[in-house]
Nanobody, 122 residues
Framework: QVQLVESGGGLVQAGGSLRLSCAASGSIFSINAMGWYRQAPGKQRTLVATMSSGGRPNYGDSVKGRCTISRDNAKNTVYLQMNSLKPEDTAVYYC????????????????WGQGTQVTVSA
């Protein structure tokens, strides 16, 4: 099995920064993409950022220019640097890994973390 463990959430004032981390553990052979989604109360889960195994990023419109995703493939870890945070960034941030293949199988599964709360005060 694969576990995704997120860290780095918390309370920050508007204009501040946070860095989220997510480490995937297990007998992992490869991971296609890793990234972050977020869900605010009463709203749908939406894209924050993802990164392919080749390092290509993809950002949601609401965070472009304010967030940077990075990834350490050797550590199966993805990071999200968030700057110029706004109250509307308040949400639970979920880490995800897509196309995960384990040593000896199963292959090409998707996994989600349990989420980390980010709260931005005005």
């Amino acid at each position: 099995q694969v576990q995704l463990v997120e860290s780095g959430g918390g309370l920050v004032q508007a204009g501040g920064s946070l860095r989220l981390s997510c480490a995937a553990s297990g007998s992992i052979f490869s991971i296609n993409a890793m990234g972050w989604y977020r869900q605010a109360p009463g709203k749908q889960r939406t894209l924050v950022a993802t990164m392919s195994s080749g390092g290509r990023p993809n950002y949601g419109d609401s965070v472009k220019g304010r967030c940077t995703i990075s990834r350490d493939n050797a550590k199966n870890t993805v990071y999200l640097q968030m700057n110029s945070l706004k109250p509307e960034d308040t949400a639970v941030y979920y880490c995800a890994a897509w196309g995960v293949s384990l040593v000896g199988g199963p292959y090409n599964d998707d996994y989600w973390g349990q989420g980390t709360q980010v709260t931005v005060s005005a």
